[in-house]
C-alpha cells in the first residue's frame, strides 16, 4: 500500500531547503512586507493625491520618518482593541470568517514563479513554490474560495448591513469570476499552457508580452481583477455610505485587520498576476533568461553567477509587482464607486461578452498565422 | 505519507458529510458540503488528477456553493424546530438497518483477489493537455452533446427570468 517515491532520494536534501526558502521568502513578503506597508502606501498615495499631508503624527522623540510609524502603531492598536461579538451572532463562524478570507489569499502566490530555473551546484532550483500543471486554474480555485469569508462574515454578524455586504460580495464574485476565467483564455491559447513557468518562459522575448498579444484580455482582466478585489471603484460590499462596512461592519482588533490584510493580499497576488501573465513575468526586456545566467557567470564563475542572475530576475519580478500594486491603488482614489446595477450590468453585458469575442478573435488570429 | 493524507482527507470528507446533513442550521450545512467537496478534491490531486481537483474546487466549491449560499442568505434561513425530521425512531431504525444490510451485501460481494493488479498511470495522466486531448478526439460527441444541454439550461433561465420582468 505504501507508496515508495516518497521514500528519500539523494535530492531530498536540496530540494526540501530549497522549498522551504521558498516558502519562507514568500511568506515574509506577504506578511511580513506587503501586508504592513502597503496600508502605509495607501494612506500616503491618498494623500499625496487629495493635496493632504497624510499620515505624520506618530513619532519616535520627534522623528517621524514620513508616517512609516503609523505602521508601528497600527498594529499596537489592533493588537489591544477589544475583539468584540455583537449578540446574537453566530459565534464560530464569525470567528472563522477572517481567517476563510486570509488563507486563499496567502496560498495563492504558490503558483506564481518569481524567477525561472537555475543550475546551483548541479541542483536545479525553480524559483516557484509549486510549479503545477494546472498552474492558472489554481489561482482561480483558490480565488473562488476567498468569497467565503466576506458572505460568512457577513451572514455571521447579525446585522442588516452586513448581511447585505456579505449578499454583494456573493453576487459580484459570482458574476465576475465567470468572466475572469473567460479573458485569461486567450492568454491560454496564445501560449498553449495554464502553467504559469511555461507562460513565463514564453515571454523571454520583449514582443512576446501577453500585453502586446493580448491587449484586449489584459484590459477587461483588469477590470474582474479589481472587481473580485472588491475595491473602489468596486467596492459595493463595503459602500460606506450605505452600509457602514459592509461585510466586516461588527468585526474589531485583530480580525478587522485579517480582512483588511486579505484585501492587501489579494492586490499582491493580482498584480503578480497580471505581472506574470502580461508583463513577461521575470524577464528583463531585451535580455534572455540564459543570457543574463552566461553573462552572470563570466563576472562571478557558473555557481555564484546563477544566484546572481537569480537574484536580478527575483528583483526585477518584485520591482513589477510593486510597479503594478502602485497603479491598482492609483485607481482607487481616482474613480468613484459605481452602483450595484452598474456594477452588474457591467459584468454580464459588457466584460462577458467581450471576454467571448476576444475567445474567438484570438482563436481566428492563430488560425491565420499559422 | 500518501496514505496518512488519503485517511486525513477521507475521513474528514465522511464527517463533514454526516455533519452536513445532521446540522440544524441552512448555512452550516452549506459550509460542511463546501468542506466535503474541498476534500474531495484533495483526492482526486492525491490521484494525480490535477485538472479535475482545480474544476471541483472551482466549479463546486468555488461557483456552485456561493449560490446556494446566496439564496439561503436572501432567504434569510435561521435555525427553524421545523427544519428536522419528524420522522418516528421506528422509521430512522429501519432506515439504518437497510443501509447496513446494503453496505454489507456490496462488500460481501466484493472480491479483493479479483480486482486487476494496479498500472502505473501515463507521465502526463490527469494533466490538461492529456484530458483535453481526449475530450477532442474519443469523446468529441458527448463533449459536444453536453455543451449543447447546456446551452439549453441557459436558453431556459433567461426565459424563465424574462417572463416576470
Known sequence: MFDYTYLPSPNLIPSLVEMMLKIMFIFTMNMGVFAPVLGWVERKQSALMQDRIGANRADIFGFTLFGLLHIASDALKLLVKEDFIP????KPLHYLAPFIAVVPALVAFAVIP???KYMLWGHEANLVIADLNVGMLYIFAVASL??????????????SWSLLGGLRVGAQMLSYEVAMGLTLVGIFMVYGSLQLTTIGMAQENFFRWGIFLQPLGFILFIACALAENKRTPFDIPEAESELIAGYFTEYSGLKFAMFWMAEF???VTIAAVLVALFFGGWHIPFITHQGLIDAMGHLFGPNFGAIAAMLIHAAVFWIKVVAWIVILMLIRWSLPRFRFDQVMRLGWKIVLPLALMNIVLTGLIILAVR | MQLLIFYGFGFLALFSGIAMIMSRQPVTSALLMILNMFCLAGLYAQLGAHLIAALQ???YAGAIMVLVLFVIMFLNLREKAGIVSKHGVMTQAVGIAVLGFVITAMVSKLDMAKLPAAKAPAADFGSVVAIGRVLFTDYLLPFEITSVLLLAAIVGAVVLAKRKV
Open chain 1, 87 to 90: 449578540r446574537g451572532a453566530d
Open chain 1, 114 to 116: 518569481f524567477g525561472g
Open chain 1, 146 to 159: 476567498a468569497t467565503y469569508g466576506a458572505v460568512i462574515g457577513g451572514w455571521a454578524s447579525n446585522n
Open chain 1, 265 to 267: 493580499l489579494e492586490m
Open chain 2, 57 to 59: 474546487v472551482m466549479v
